[in-house]
Nanobody, 128 residues
Framework: HVQLVESAGGSVQSGGSLRLSCTAS????????MGWFRRAPGNRRVAVAL???????NYGDFVLGRFNISHKKKTNTSYLQMNSLKPEGTAVYYC??????????????????????WGQGTQVSVSS
């Protein structure tokens, strides 16, 4: 059972940038991905970005080229660089590790809940 520890989030103004990190207690398993989801108030958790062991990345449609996910194998740490943040980006951001197939399906609406391990979540607030 992997443990995931996220960095602190933060507060930025619209158009600003933030970088989140997530360190796993072990290396990424074959066929697994690390990813980021977010939950805005009153909404369900949705996929933001994910990356596999070959550094192939996928993003939610709403990202529109503004975010970049990366993974450092040496430290088992994934990073989510978020640029041009919008107020609708205000949410609790969660790091996850789980089967790539299920995680990628979540980008098309598949309910990924129950398939991966999760970090504790970190608050990101974007003011207009």
């Amino acid at each position: 059972h992997v443990q995931l520890v996220e960095s602190a989030g933060g507060s930025v103004q619209s158009g600003g940038s933030l970088r989140l990190s997530c360190t796993a207690s072990r290396y990424m398993l074959n066929g697994y991905c690390m990813g980021w989801f977010r939950r805005a108030p009153g909404n369900r958790r949705v996929a933001v970005a994910l990356i596999d062991q070959y550094d192939t990345a996928n993003y939610g449609d709403f990202v529109l080229g503004r975010f970049n996910i990366s993974h450092k194998k040496k430290t088992n740490t994934s990073y989510l660089q978020m640029n041009s943040l919008k107020p609708e980006g205000t949410a609790v951001y969660y790091c996850t590790e789980g089967p790539c197939k299920k995680m990628r399906s979540s980008l098309r609406g598949f309910n990924y809940e129950g398939y991966g391990s999760w970090g504790q979540g970190t608050q990101v607030s974007v003011s207009s």
